[in-house]
């Protein structure tokens, strides 16, 4: 089984920043895609921001140039470094990672953590 363990949400000024971290654990034989996802009250989930195995990175035109993604594959672990932080930035915030868990190989499937909250006020 693979899980997702999420941390670093919590409360941020306006223009202020917060790290979110995701540990993916368990039974895993490769991962691909590694992503950020955001919702907030009353709205659908979006996409912030996603990086291949090889680094590559997309991100929404609304967090483009405030935040970063980045990975460490020696971790399977995936960040998203959020700085000049929006009240429109509160949002739960999920990773999701593509994987291929061993006991299912070649099978690969999405995996989603339990999100985290993040808050943006003042």
């Known amino acids: 089984q693979v899980q997702l363990v999420e941390s670093g949400g919590g409360l941020a000024q306006p223009g202020g920043s917060l790290r979110l971290s995701c540990a993916a654990s368990?039974?895993?034989?490769?991962?691909?895609?590694m992503g950020w996802y955001r919702q907030a009250p009353g709205k659908q989930r979006e996409l912030v921001a996603t990086?291949?195995?090889?680094?590559?990175?997309t991100y929404s035109d609304s967090v483009q140039g405030r935040f970063t993604i980045s990975r460490d594959n020696t971790k399977n672990t995936v960040y998203l470094q959020m700085n000049a932080l929006k009240p429109d930035d509160t949002a739960v915030y999920y990773c999701?990672?593509?994987?291929?868990?061993?006991?299912?190989?070649?099978?690969?499937?999405?995996?989603w953590g339990q999100g985290t909250q993040v808050t943006v006020s003042s």
């Open positions: 990086i291949l195995s090889g680094g590559s990175t």
């Open positions: 368990g039974s895993i034989f490769s991962i691909f895609t």
């Open positions: 999701k990672i593509r994987a291929t868990d061993r006991n299912y190989y070649p099978t690969t499937q999405d995996y």
